[in-house]
């Protein structure tokens, strides 16, 4: 099997009203080093197969259509062989 | 006129559109997502809620209902389609308009009623208006945060394709009158052809006399005067 973890991140033009007030409660508790949060989206997918080439284009195809949005969003992946279940 | 609801699993204003569009005397009928045809419309509504739960973003699951593809075919077309709330979130994960609804600023679920104002009188829905006369429409999203990148929104400024704005009772459209940050307080838009227009506030919502406002029923006059 294949695990695929996506990170869906929201493009640096786009505001991120959830990141920016996660900012300011750690500011809030202290934590003045804090210059900037980002709130992104991971998500796990687990492929049957064991064909990487493959899992690659369909993680592409995937992402694409459904996971992130083209228009305020960019995303990546990585794959890795996990034992099957 | 002839009106068919789009009702997807977690559509709650189905019901709200349906019940103005048979108020107003037309002949309106549901149809399921699952369904691979239209009833012969003349507009089709895709209604608020909370379409396959908004899992994942809003309107973006909803994309791949069998439905979803007759819809584009028949605005593509030039039919019309109105979409509200989640229907307009619906709208621009299926590409009929350009843009995204992005997280309220406060982060808070807005729940109010609304001023608004037409800012565009060249489209079947806005013919009828007058820009910069306020209209009481309710608002209720978490996601209704307008946001386009500034080449789509001098595209729309410069196509005259901004629908409503967000305005106070005065009909001003600033910063304190926007309710959810949305970028250029745009409350609904159209898309190049103006038959397709996507709004967050709740027409239907305030467009007969049991309800507090009555100022939706200017909007639905106005496409209806498009089929007199």
């Not at chain 1, 991971?42 to 195809?61: C, R």
């Not at chain 2, 069998?66 to 979130?89: D, H, R, S, T, Y």
């Amino acid at each position: 099997m294949i695990k695929a973890k996506v990170f869906v991140n929201l493009k640096p033009s786009v505001l991120d009203p959830q990141g920016k007030q996660v900012m300011n409660s750690l500011h809030s508790i202290g934590y003045d080093n804090i210059e900037e949060v980002r709130v992104s989206k991971f998500i796990e997918i687990k492929l049957k197969s064991d064909d990487l080439e493959k899992a690659e284009i369909e993680i592409h195809e995937i992402c694409e259509k459904i996971l992130a949005n083209p228009n305020t969003e960019t995303y990546s992946w990585n794959l890795e062989h996990i034992p099957g279940e | 006129m002839k009106i068919n609801v789009i009702t997807f699993p977690g559509s709650n204003c189905d019901y709200d559109a349906f019940h103005i569009g048979k108020t107003r005397g037309h002949q309106v009928q549901f149809v399921w997502h699952k369904d691979t045809q239209l009833q012969n419309p003349d507009m089709v509504i895709l209604p608020g809620g909370f379409s396959y739960g908004d899992y994942l973003r809003c309107g973006a699951i909803a994309k791949f209902s069998p439905i979803i593809a007759e819809v584009i075919k028949f605005a593509q077309k030039g039919g019309l389609v109105m979409g509200i709330c989640n229907g307009f979130q619906i709208l621009t994960e299926i590409g009929l308009l350009p843009g995204a609804l992005m997280m309220n600023e406060s982060l808070k679920f807005i729940c109010q009623h609304q001023y608004i104002t037409s800012v565009n009188q060249d489209s079947v829905y806005t013919k009828g208006l007058t820009p910069g006369r306020p209209l009481d429409i309710p608002i209720a999203h978490k996601e209704g945060n307008y946001f386009i990148n500034n080449d789509g929104l001098k595209l729309l400024q410069d196509n005259d394709l901004i629908a409503f704005k967000y305005c106070n009772e005065k009909g001003e459209i600033s910063k304190e009158s926007n309710p959810n940050g949305a970028i250029d307080n745009i409350a609904g838009i159209l898309n190049e052809k103006k038959n397709v227009l996507g709004m967050m506030p709740h027409p239907e919502r305030a467009a007969e006399g049991k309800v507090l406002s009555q100022d939706g029923e200017e909007i639905f006059a106005s496409i209806e005067k498009f089929f007199v």
